[in-house]
């Protein structure tokens, strides 16, 4: 599978009951896929993955697919701590159509290099579709170091990896000596550096609210080779960044910028709780800001509620209720 354009980890909106709603998930895929989103990728860390049952993401997978209908492709998140639990999440995502699955190190048992590489492998092998790895070590706890790659790099199946680990040194690393997996920016704020080093692809957790201005970056550094010009949209973008790339508050900020997009983004689930006032007012002040200055650069680009993108149709609906 190749990996190019911005891909977006999509929100998993809830209900005042805390239910997923459906109706308010395909709303923003709509929007993505008008936007010209290149992927769609399905219960990852910013769909709340971690708060869903496996029957939930299992059947976010089948409704998602359902919703997308071959429009753009689908990446399924199969993060867990069981290696079993992996297999069924990956096994789940290849029947609704999965292009591919995104697979994080299982977290909390922090198994050595050797161990993820087995782990990884019995994956590969259950599954049976193109993998692109997840290393986050910072929510995991496992870095997927050079015995890992080293052991599932020559293995076609694992294309690319979303590196997320921050560490600057990790993406000249990836970048040199292994050329084969396609490196796909994980870390928001090293976009302009992931693509300067020849990254072709992000996974964007900030594309939920703001598809149309992380495409924009990827234009001007992978499509048009003007780094002066993706500066200059990566300055307007950073204050968002700063903010979202703080730890537990990412996902109550992405989907509280969604709904200033106009967007159902709906609530967190618990352990999560919504921001504060304070984070509210500087959220909507840099949100304003990063929009009117990429506005600038690109040309322009509706704010607000003027974004949104409804639903294809009633019929389209009916057929997924």
């Known amino acids: 599978?190749?990996?190019?354009?911005?891909?977006?980890?999509?929100?998993?909106?809830?209900?005042?009951?805390?239910?997923?709603?459906?109706?308010?998930?395909?709303?923003?895929?709509?929007y993505q896929i008008a936007a010209g989103i290149s992927g769609l990728i399905v219960s990852g860390t910013t769909g709340e993955s971690y708060a869903l049952t496996v029957e939930e993401r299992t059947g976010l997978f089948g409704f998602v697919a359902e919703v997308i209908a071959d429009r753009v492709p689908m990446l399924g998140g199969i993060g867990a701590a069981r290696t079993e639990e992996m297999i069924e999440l990956g096994r789940a995502a290849k029947r609704a159509g999965a292009s591919a699955v995104l697979m994080p190190a299982p977290y909390y048992s922090v198994p050595s290099e050797k161990e993820l590489a087995q782990h990884a492998i019995v994956v590969d092998k259950s599954v049976g579709l193109p993998i692109v790895l997840y290393n986050y070590p910072a929510r995991t706890g496992t870095n997927m170091g050079t015995e890992f790659l080293d052991r599932v790099a020559a293995r076609p199946n694992f294309c690319a990896i979303k590196e997320t680990s921050g560490d600057?040194?990790?993406?000249?690393?990836?970048?040199?000596?292994?050329?084969?997996?396609?490196?796909?920016?994980?870390?928001d704020d090293q976009a302009l550096e992931f693509f300067a080093w020849g990254a072709q692809s992000w996974i964007a957790g900030g594309a939920n609210c703001l598809p149309e201005e992380h495409i924009a970056l990827h234009r001007a550094c992978v499509v048009e080779r003007d780094f002066d010009k993706g500066r200059r949209i990566m300055t307007a973008m950073m204050p968002l960044m700063r903010v979202l790339e703080q730890g537990g508050e990412f996902i109550p900020c992405v989907k509280f910028a969604c709904?200033?997009?106009?967007?159902?983004?709906?609530?967190?689930?618990?352990?999560?709780?919504?921001?504060?006032?304070?984070?509210?007012?500087?959220?909507?002040?840099?949100?304003?800001?990063?929009?009117?200055?990429?506005?600038?650069?690109?040309?322009?680009?509706?704010?607000?509620?003027?974004?949104?993108?409804?639903?294809?149709?009633?019929?389209?609906?009916?057929?997924?209720r």
């Not at 911005?6 to 895929?29: C, G, N």
């Not at 600057?168 to 870390?187: K, T």
């Open 1 to 30: 599978m190749k990996l190019n354009g911005i891909y977006t980890p999509l929100i998993t909106p809830f209900k005042k009951t805390y239910e997923i709603d459906r109706d308010a998930l395909a709303q923003v895929i709509e």
């Open 168 to 187: 600057v040194n990790r993406l000249h690393l990836l970048a040199c000596d292994y050329p084969e997996l396609q490196l796909s920016c994980g870390m």
């Open 259 to 320: 709904a200033w997009r106009g967007l159902p983004a709906g609530h967190v689930r618990r352990p999560l709780l919504p921001l504060d006032a304070a984070l509210r007012r500087k959220m909507t002040s840099t949100l304003e800001s990063l929009v009117d200055e990429v506005a600038k650069i690109v040309g322009h680009r509706a704010s607000g509620s003027e974004a949104v993108v409804p639903i294809r149709s009633q019929t389209t609906t009916a057929r997924r």
